[in-house]
């Protein structure tokens, strides 16, 4: 199977049915284990990515948080937070079609604090000098919440 065409025609199914221009296949020994096009627009749910969704999907499947018998294919370079989920989840490789200079001509994305142009460098300020708003309140009964899973999981 082409697992690059099935994630462009993935993408491409969606964006015709008004959804966005991403797509992720994950497929283990030939095979697609999962898929998912981007469904934020569809769902208002802005964790809805392409890949997260897939990978949701494939660790349910086989019943397991490591994909590192997998490949994934994303159609395009991914976000942070899709960065992040697949460093999570350590698959054997990622592909992807696109980057982010490929597209910018013709998609644009609408965040607030977020542009994909910037963002890593406003990650990399310190956080009271970031555009999102944030501050820490520290209670110290929230490390006992870790002194518990770790009494719970010394074993493991």
């Known amino acids: 199977m082409d697992f690059i065409q099935r994630t462009i025609d993935l993408a491409m199914q969606n964006v015709e049915a008004g959804g966005r221009p991403f797509a992720t296949v994950i497929a283990r020994n030939g ?5 998912s096009p981007n469904l934020v627009a569809q769902t208002n749910d802005p964790t809805a990515h392409a890949e997260i969704l897939a990978i949701r999907a494939a660790c349910q499947k086989l019943q397991t948080e490591h994909l590192t018998d997998c490949e994934i294919y994303i159609l395009a370079s991914p ?3 899709c960065l992040g989920s697949l460093y999570y989840c350590s698959p ?3 592909t992807y079609i696109t980057t982010r200079e490929d ?3 013709y998609y644009k994305d609408d965040r607030k604090y977020f542009e994909l142009d910037t963002f890593y460098d406003e990650y990399r300020k310190p956080i009271e ?5 944030m501050k820490q309140h520290k209670a110290d009964a929230a490390i006992q919440v ?3 899973w770790q009494q ?3 074993s493991k």
């Open 152 to 154: 719970l999981n010394q």
């Open 79 to 81: 976000c942070p937070m």
């Open 129 to 133: 000098q970031r555009r999102l708003p």
């Open 31 to 35: 095979e697609i284990i999962a898929e």
């Open 146 to 148: 870790y002194q518990r």
């Open 92 to 94: 054997k490789q990622v």
């Open 103 to 105: 597209y910018a001509p």
